[in-house]
């Protein structure tokens, strides 16, 4: 897709802006700031209602009067003390732990068979893509037997293994990387296989610095995916210690009675470190572009 | 793509390639040949046999189980809902998706909050996102609230309650009763539903198309607005065309995602009221873990399989993309 | 790293696709071939006889205090440990899934709508021959509660608590519209429901549009939905006439549904103030205790239909596996637990009920208020509907939403019931 030509054309029409043009401009900016703002608190309120629901009581979380929406009247710890009470650094240390293995495991080899599939040409390519991109079109609730079986016979259940070896790949992050591959441009490499670099050296050192952005919004993902799992873990693990954290905070969740503030205090306890996560990892948005080095 | 890479073997990266290529997709390889496909395979084979899970036995049924979805009810309940699901929800949240990183990719204050706040729904837990949801939803919930202060009537039974299609309701409005159940149009609850899935992937979208316009380079912009381009004409003729791998990947994505829905039908709906919110996936999982029929339940998600896989292939021609570009 | 042109591209080309075949022979003969379970070999590595339980508790509270039951069972039986592995949530797909692949426990919770699905499939171990041996008698657990783990005239189940559908209403709505008793007939619900109608302007009847309460008014009126030929009756005039009562109580506005009022269920309905009466089971207690604990309310037995009293008998059993490697140490631990000794112990938390009559007066010295609740023994139905009972239970709720919501007229449900009826009791 991105080629050597030149990618603005220079068009008569746009030579002089009229003022009429200038003023849309201005007015698209506002516009801009407006709905930025309204979508932004929109997506924000939800969850300041579920961090305020944490701190209430149960009696007060059950009775909603439009003053207590966004704060209690008396803030209370008692829903995380609640939680404190549960081996939930456990259960927070697992999570993590499979997080990591997830996202360095994605970020390599994903990475790797994405450039392998964006550039390079090799037997059996497309088929072995389609073949990859088919497995998301199949409902995973439907494998879920076949795959317990499997890792039963493995011997890989009730462990880290079965939490994490699984998910070392992924179709949709190898489409994500080939695809963000694909848009760099090709002059790049043009260049280094002018110095002579093998097509190992020129991932490694030109390329994948080249895609961070793509990287970093695979990690995002990667522990999206991993932190927010539930149905799998819960299949593939019975012994408590290796509970992750959905699973171990599942229990709260009960049929008749809940708990809300305590559900609310799950899902902030959850939540948090996904933001966290996020908010370091968005820099890398600014950052990889500004180390694109297309100029030269 | 590739500019002077001839597929001539004396060129020696195309033959380093041959076998660079695999040594690189070896990993993911392994991975998907030991735990991925055979599974799938497995799911394909059980297709043509009949078995109740509990039990070893596994009689082949060769087509019996496709012939069935023909006959069933809902098998084309469940069709018809995915199709209007993933009509309305893949362009809705492509397109704010991509509005938002446009307007979260400006140089301007606060960037990284706004980023933040728009990628919040996605990360949130079901959990979550369903609770805020039902009580949006509830009768006496925020949306009511509004329409009541605004004059306008609340559906009754209230929004995820309610059975009736919206184009049902229009057509009733019109006096035009009786109409087929392919034209009803989505119920209520289904379209709360999809509302509530663009409002949680919007930031996900969002976040795909930050880091596509992340590589379109800076300097392209500058020498449009040299030549005095406005910022709506910058977007349609710079960055829309660059970004088409993006909203090829986006528009996949959302593709298969809505074809697939359960997560949010499981925790807000289970399927209903009255099946309207019974989605093929929906139904696989009914099918193989209720009605104890794994054997249905996997020729059910061949049929989606083969509905999304033939998608992608005809959405990707059209966006004139090919897996060679 | 460079890799020179050779030109000897195709023979290793396919050597590599040939080992890539191989490796995915070899590896899919291994994943799907039978092998002992890596739980079944640790077992019996052991010198005590470990016996696998699993089930479902709703809290951590009664995880822990069946914990404690076990201690007590291991330190009476010194020769079994018991390996507990509770299931958060989802617990029927996670059985399903060890069932499936041979890993499933030795005793496990089986609820009662579950039940036949599997002991006609032969999944579960027939106890009446340990049951005759150890004494114990089907008379000694309430008659609505062990039938629902019985079919074809064997024992599949021992039930380990349960609960039951009472009213509970609130009698400070009753005094304001000079309500002096609650009602006990149809008739008299009706009545005083538009008498509270009339007081508040607000419906008072929280009705969910569940079969699972519907059933109840079902029996009530004399319908079943199976007969006793075993052939589906669920089309007749009582079926009819309980679908006019129960939903003609929406349509005439003496009763709304929980999502009208706002609510997830009446329960959470009645704790808001949302309602004055709902047909709920002793779980009422320790979620008011925890949402409205200031609130007043008052439990009395269900009221009668035209064929008399009917309550529902929602129960769980300890079931053994027909696969289990230790029938024997499985049964003594089903029999700890569900004898007098064990249940009395378990139910002393008050959230579930004693399936032993004999029991019974000990429980209500304890919990005398919810005496409404366990009186239901007598006249308790089981929850269950035969095999396919839990699909037939999914499509009936599809119907009566389409009910509530004005789409499909009485007589079309019924007939519809008798359709899904027809269709999902079977076996498959």
């Known amino acids: ?76 710890l008692n829903a995380y003390r609640t939680l404190a009470g549960t081996p939930i650094t456990r259960w927070f240390f697992n999570s993590a732990f499979v997080a990591a293995i997830w996202i360095i495991g994605r970020a390599v080899i994903d990475a790797m068979a994405g450039y392998a599939f964006a550039r390079m040409r090799f037997p059996g390519r497309d088929l072995l893509f389609l073949a990859v991109i088919s497995t998301l079109m199949v409902p995973p609730i439907v494998v879920i037997i076949p795959k317990y079986i499997l890792l039963n016979n ?12 699984p998910f070392l790949a992924d179709a949709f992050g190898i489409f994500l990387m080939k695809q963000f591959f694909e848009s760099i441009p090709a002059e790049l490499e043009d260049a280094a296989r002018i110095d002579g670099a093998s097509r190992y050296r020129m991932f490694a050192e030109i390329i994948l610095p080249n895609a961070m952005p793509a990287v970093a919004a695979l990690a995002i993902f990667s522990f999206q995916g991993s932190w927010n799992a539930f149905l799998e873990p819960l299949i593939y693990i019975s012994r408590q210690e290796y509970f992750t954290l959905p699973l171990g905070l599942a229990y709260f969740r009960r049929a008749y ?20 996560f996020f908010i370091i990892f968005q820099r890398w948005f600014v950052e990889g572009a500004r180390r694109s080095g297309i100029k030269g | 793509m590739a500019s002077l890479v001839a597929t001539s073997r004396r060129n020696p990266i195309a033959a380093e390639d041959y076998l660079a290529g695999w040594v690189f997709v070896l990993p993911a390889l392994v991975i998907f040949v030991g735990f ?3 599974p799938i395979l497995y799911a394909f084979w059980l297709s043509f046999h009949s078995w109740n899970v509990v039990t070893p036995e596994k009689p082949f049924v060769a087509l019996d189980n496709y012939r069935n979805l023909v006959d069933s009810d809902d098998f084309r309940i469940a069709l018809r809902n995915t199709i209007w699901y993933s009509a309305g929800v893949v362009p809705a949240q492509t397109a704010t998706g991509l509005i938002l990183a446009v307007l979260a990719n400006r140089k301007i204050r606060g960037r990284t909050f706004f980023r933040t706040a728009f990628y919040f729904p996605s990360i949130s837990s079901s959990v979550v996102i369903s609770i805020i949801f039902l009580w949006l939803y509830a009768n006496n919930g925020l949306i009511n609230f509004v329409l009541g202060t605004l004059g306008l009537p609340t559906p009754r039974p209230p929004w995820l309650s309610n059975p009736r299609g919206v184009f049902q309701i229009a057509f009733d409005a019109f006096g035009i009763h009786d109409v087929s159940p392919w034209l009803v149009g989505p119920s209520v609850a289904l379209v709360s539903i ?8 919007t930031g996900t979208m969002m976040v795909i198309f930050l880091a596509g316009l992340q590589d379109i380079p800076g300097d392209v912009y500058e020498a449009a607005a040299v030549d005095g381009a406005t910022q709506w004409r910058m977007f349609r003729d710079i960055t829309l065309p660059l970004l088409r791998p993006v909203t090829l990947f986006v528009v996949t994505l959302g593709l298969i ?21 019974t989605t093929l996936a929906w139904l696989v999982y009914v099918e193989g873990f209720r009605k104890f029929s794994m054997g249905s339940a996997s020729a059910i998600a061949v049929v989606l399989f083969i509905i999304t896989l033939g998608l992608f292939l005809v959405h990707r021609r059209f966006l004139g993309l090919t897996g060679d570009q | ?21 191989g490796a995915s022979a070899i590896i899919t003969a291994s994943a799907f071939g039978p092998t002992m379970s890596h739980l079944e070999r640790r077992a019996a590595a052991q010198e005590a006889t470990q016996v696998r339980l699993t089930g479902a508790p709703s809290s951590p509270e009664e995880s822990r205090l069946l914990e404690q039951v076990l201690q007590d069972f291991e330190a009476k039986f010194l020769d079994i440990t018991v390996l507990w592995e509770p299931v958060t949530q989802q617990y029927a797909e996670k059985l399903q899934t060890d069932l499936a692949a041979g890993t499933a426990a030795d005793v496990f919770y089986v609820d009662s709508l579950l039940s036949p699905d599997l002991a006609a499939r032969g999944v579960l171990l027939p106890l009446d021959e340990p049951m005759a041996g150890a004494g114990v008698r089907a008379e000694d657990f309430y008659a609505g509660l062990i039938e629902a783990f019985q079919w074809q005239d064997k024992t599949y189940g021992l039930p380990k608590d349960w609960s039951s559908l009472a009213m509970v209403y609130d009698p400070q709505a009753f005094d304001g519209a000079g309500i002096v008793a609650p009602p006990t007939t149809w008739d008299e619900l009706r009545s005083v429901a538009q008498a509270l109608f009339d007081a508040t302007g607000q419906a008072p009847i929280i009705l969910p549009p569940d079969f699972a309460r519907f059933i109840v008014f079902l029996y009530q009126a004399g319908g079943a939905v199976i007969g006793n030929d075993g052939s589906v009756a669920i089309d007749s005039p009582e079926t009819r006439q309980a679908l006019d009562f129960y939903y003609g109580l929406y349509k005439d506005g003496l009763a709304a549904t929980p999502a009208d009022v706002g609510a997830q269920w009446p329960g959470d309905a009645f704790a808001k103030d949302l309602g004055v009466i709902v047909f709920e089971g002793n779980w009422m207690f320790p979620f008011l205790a925890a949402s409205a604990p200031d609130k007043r309310f008052l439990i ?66 304890t919990y005398p208020e919810r005496e409404p609740y366990l009186a239901g023994g007598a006249y308790a139905r089981p929850w269950q509907l035969g095999p396919g009972g839990q699909a037939f239970f999914q499509d009936a709720n599809a119907i009566l939403e389409a009910v509530f919501a004005g789409q499909t007229e009485s007589q079309d449900a019924v007939t519809q019931f008798a359709e899904k009826a027809v269709a999902d009791i079977k076996i498959t």
């Open chain 1, 154 to 165: 493995w011997k890989m259940l009730d462990s880290y293994l079965a939490l994490t070896v």
């Open chain 2, 36 to 38: 991925i496909f055979g």
């Open chain 1, 257 to 276: 009675y809940t708990d809300w503030p305590v559900v609310m205090a799950i899902a902030v306890v959850t939540t948090v470190p996904l933001a966290v």
């Open chain 2, 194 to 201: 999809m509302l509530m899935n663009v409002w949680t992937t």
């Open chain 3, 1 to 21: 790293m460079e890799v020179e042109d050779t030109g000897r591209t195709i023979p290793r080309r396919s050597l590599l696709r040939g080992a890539a075949r």
């Open chain 3, 300 to 365: 009395a037995e269900l009221p009668a239909g035209p064929a008399g009293k009917v309550t529902m008998g929602f129960t769980v059993s300890y079931s053994i596996n027909a696969k289990a490697t230790v029938p024997e140490s499985a049964w003594e631990l089903v029999n700890y637990l569900t004898g007098p000794e064990g249940m009395a112990r378990w139910t002393d938390l008050g959230l579930a009920m004693p399936s032993r009559p004999a029991l019974a007066e000990a429980w209500i010295a």
């Open chain 2, 257 to 277: 995602g809505t074809l697939q829905v359960f997560d949010q039908i499981f925790v807000m709906s289970e399927g209903g009221p009255a099946k309207t919110t």
């Open chain 1, 1 to 76: 897709m991105a080629s050597a030509r030149p990618v603005t054309e220079r068009s008569p029409a746009v030579r002089r802006v009229p003022e009429h043009g200038r003023a849309l401009d201005c007015a698209l900016r506002v516009a801009a700031y407006v709905v930025l703002i309204a979508v932004a608190l929109a997506m924000f309120v939800p969850f300041v209602f579920s961090l305020a629901t944490s701190l209430k009581t149960n009696v007060e979380a059950n009775h909603l009067t439009w003053a207590t929406m966004l704060w209690p009247a008396n803030p209370t």
